[in-house]
Nanobody, 122 residues
Framework: VQLQASGGGLVQAGGSLRLSCAAS????????TGWFRQAPGKEREFVAG????????YYKDSVKGRFTISRDNARNMVYLQMNSLEPEDTAVYYC????????????????WGQGTLVTVSS
């Protein structure tokens, strides 16, 4: 499975962005998929996840109510709609396909895409 994240950019606080994760590979539809982010000088952290069938979603507490993860398995795509963005959301965002373990832990993910930079100005 190969993943490619896109959609990042510069936005003012309170604005919105939609990130996309394009996947290749016939088995992508069977993978729970997550979005992570890494701010300068900080560890990579879980942001949101979605079960392989879209039937369950997971969120970091600080993004609940602001971010929405979704997927379109027919197109091998996963999305992260980010609203009410805050300067603290500034980071490189990565999508990843889950392997085993905890969906909230980077070590649980088997495949990673290149990141896309989100910058939120105050």
């Amino acid at each position: 499975v190969q993943l490619q994240a896109s959609g990042g950019g510069l936005v003012q606080a309170g604005g919105s962005l939609r990130l996309s994760c394009a996947a290749s590979g016939r088995t992508f539809n069977s993978y729970t998929t997550g979005w992570f982010r890494q701010a300068p000088g900080k560890e990579r952290e879980f942001v949101a996840g979605i079960r392989w069938d879209g039937g369950f979603t997971y969120y970091k507490d600080s993004v609940k109510g602001r971010f929405t993860i979704s997927r379109d398995n027919a197109r091998n795509m996963v999305y992260l709609q980010m609203n009410s963005l805050e300067p603290e959301d500034t980071a490189v965002y990565y999508c990843a396909a889950f392997g085993s373990g905890s969906v909230y832990d980077t070590h649980g993910y088997k495949y990673w895409g290149q990141g896309t930079l989100v910058t939120v100005s105050s």
